[in-house]
């Protein structure tokens, strides 16, 4: 790619039987009294660890952040490569984890995708939908990924500014980064816009200067819920989200009681 030495993995597992989804949630248990769940999916190429924080911050919520194979504890599992499969897996991890109380979605990037396609693929199945739904940094019209995304995967990481430090100095760690950007690039392009609505409502974020988001594209969300709550705007890029989570959560925080109540 660029002459960076990426010490390649041992070949992955089969794709993971999702039973046994422990695997898949941080923490495996949600916290007993939390009084809405809140289930959060990370972007192309990251994993839980964005998440690590969100606890402390929603301390009335029991958060659990989403870990897709092929990432940090599960490099050496086989990442997903399609969207529908990954999304009926997410639909199978959620639904079994369903308790009776009121949930949430928040997905940030392709994250944002995969929580808006599982919220679809729960009421095809007649499951109860998310109190809310949250997207940040993805929007079903008006975002354009980068050709580098599938090209070079190492280069779009850099190019987004989503590889930290501490994982580029790690050979094993990069070469499961570029493998599984490479993955959900494939994910992401595997997408077919079927104009599908959600049945709760939405909230929408975005950095002001993503370089990936038309102006107004988190606009298109209001065609895909009864209740479009709006696009909340901090300053920032793509990854807006690293220095602005306090004040996201804030928001959330005010949102997801409300909502959770009618629900």
Do not use: N
């Not at 916290?31 to 009335?60: I, K, N, T």
């Not at 659990?64 to 086989?78: D, F, I, K």
């Not at 220095?243 to 949102?255: C, G, K, N, R």
């Amino acid at each position: 790619m660029d002459g960076t030495s990426v010490r390649p993995l041992a070949p992955p597992a089969p794709l993971p039987d999702v039973q046994g989804a422990a695997r898949w949630l941080h923490p495996a248990d949600a916290e007993p009294d939390g009084g809405v769940r809140l289930f959060l999916l990370h972007h192309s190429g990251g994993g839980a660890s964005m998440y690590r924080d969100w606890a402390g911050l929603l301390p009335s919520v029991a958060c659990q952040a989403v870990q897709l194979p092929g990432r940090q504890e599960r490099r050496r599992e086989a990442p997903y490569t399609r969207l529908g499969p990954l999304a009926q897996a997410l639909a199978r991890v959620v639904s079994d984890e369903l308790d009776g109380r009121p949930y949430a979605v928040f997905g940030h990037s392709m994250g944002a995708l995969l929580g808006y396609r599982l919220t679809v693929e729960l009421e095809r199945r007649g499951l109860p939908p998310p109190a809310l739904l949250a997207v940040s940094g993805w929007a079903p019209a008006g975002f354009s990924a980068p050709a580098e995304l599938s090209a070079d995967p190492l280069m779009a990481l850099r190019l987004l500014g989503g590889l930290p430090a501490a994982v580029e100095d790690d050979p094993e760690q990069l070469a499961a980064a570029v493998r599984a950007m490479g993955a959900d690039a494939a994910v992401c392009a595997d997408r077919q816009d079927d104009g599908a609505a959600v049945g709760c409502p939405v909230v929408a974020y975005r950095g002001r200067e993503d370089p990936l988001l038309a102006p107004g594209a988190m606009r298109s969300w209001a065609a895909r819920t009864p209740a479009y709550l709006g696009c909340r705007t901090f300053p920032g890029d793509h990854f807006y989200l690293r220095s602005h989570a306090p004040a996201v959560t804030a928001d959330l925080a005010q949102l997801l009681p409300r909502y959770a109540a009618g629900h």
